[in-house]
DNA sequence: TGTTTTCTGCCAATAATTAGCATGTGGGAA
DNA sequence: TTCCCACATGCTAATTATTGGCAGAAAACA
C-alpha cells in the first residue's frame, strides 16, 4: 500500500485509514481527534506532517474551500465540491460531472499537463434556492 | 461603480482600483504595499476588510490557491487557475475553457444553483513539463 | 449642514501552520 | 536476524494569516 515512497509509521496508518474507510474529507485537526484514541501521544504536527507525505506521494488530495482550514481526503484526483452560501453543506456532483469538466478543460489546456482537478463551486443548493430565495452568506 | 450596496471609501476606491487595472490577483498583503503609496497611513486589516465588502458585494473574488495566502481579483464568476508544480506560476487558461466547464457541471448539477466555479488545477506547464520531465514541487 | 451609520486606524487576539531539535524507529544491507 | 542510518515523531516555540474591539472620523442622505 505505502510502497509508493512513503515509509510506514502507526501513526501514517491510522491517518491513512481513517481518511479511507470514511470517504469523507476532514481538516488536519478532524484527523486528529479520530486517530487520537488509538495514537493517544499523537501530535498534531505529526498529523500535518503525515498528511503532507501522503499528499506528495500522490495518496491524499487537499482541498482549500472557502473558509475555514485545509480539508483532507484519500486520492481522487478530480475533485468537484459544490459549497452552499445558504446552508454551508458541502456536496459532492456525480463523478460523471467532473470527467466532462475534465475533458473540457484537458481538449484545450494549452499544453499543460494536468495531475489534479480541483473544482469548487460557490452557490445555493437545491433547498436554500428553493425557500430563503436569495439572502444567503452562512 | 459602487453604487451597489458599497460604502465608498477613499481606502476601497484605491484597493478596487489595484485589482481592476492590473487584472491580476494578489493577496491582501499585496494590495497593501500597491496602495501604501497613495495611502500611507492605510492598515492592513482595513485592506481585509475591504475586500470582504467588495467580495460580498461581488465585485472581488477569492481564490484560495494550495500554497500561499488568499488571492483577491477583481470580478470573474468563473475562474480557472492552472498552477504549475514545477516552477509555481499561475497560469490563466483561454476563457472559452472555463465556459465549456461551466456547461458540464450546469447541465446536471442537481439543482444546485451556480453562483461562482472556481477551478484549480495542479500540473506542469508546457515548459516544466518539456525539460525536468518529472521531478517536481516547487 | 446635521445626523446616523459605517468605516478606519490602532492594537491585541486567535487560528492555522510550520520549524528546530533530540530521541526513537522502519526497513534495507550485512 | 541484527545493525545502521535516514527519516519520522514528540515536544515546544515561532511564524503567518486573519479577525475582533473600540474610539474617533467620515460617507451618505435628508
Same mark, same amino acid.
Given at each position: 500500500m505505502q510502497e509508493r515512497g512513503v515509509r510506514v509509521t502507526p501513526q501514517r496508518a491510522h491517518i491513512w485509514r481513517v481518511?479511507?474507510?470514511?470517504?469523507?474529507?476532514?481538516?488536519?485537526?478532524?484527523v486528529w481527534e479520530r486517530v487520537k484514541n488509538a495514537l493517544p501521544g499523537l501530535e498534531?504536527?505529526?498529523v500535518y506532517r503525515s498528511l503532507e507525505a501522503l499528499r506528495t506521494a500522490g495518496l491524499v488530495a487537499e482541498s482549500r474551500?472557502?473558509?475555514?482550514p485545509r480539508m483532507f481526503e484519500a486520492r481522487p484526483r478530480?475533485?468537484?465540491?459544490?459549497? /452552499?452560501? %445558504?446552508? !454551508?453543506?458541502?456536496?459532492?456532483?456525480d463523478p460523471e460531472v467532473g470527467?466532462?469538466?475534465?475533458?473540457?478543460?484537458?481538449?484545450?489546456?494549452g499544453g499543460f499537463e494536468v495531475r489534479e482537478l480541483h473544482v469548487?463551486?460557490?452557490g445555493?443548493?437545491?433547498? /436554500?434556492? %428553493?425557500? !430563503?430565495?436569495?439572502?444567503?452568506?452562512s
Open positions: 481518511l479511507v474507510e470514511s470517504g469523507e474529507h476532514f481538516t488536519a485537526d478532524e498534531l504536527s505529526t474551500l472557502p473558509e475555514g478530480i475533485h468537484p465540491h459544490l459549497v /452552499c452560501d %445558504g446552508c !454551508g453543506r458541502i456536496f459532492h456532483p470527467r466532462r469538466m475534465f475533458e473540457a478543460l484537458d481538449a484545450d489546456s469548487m463551486v460557490r445555493l443548493c437545491a433547498e /436554500c434556492a %428553493g425557500q !430563503g430565495k436569495d439572502k444567503a452568506e
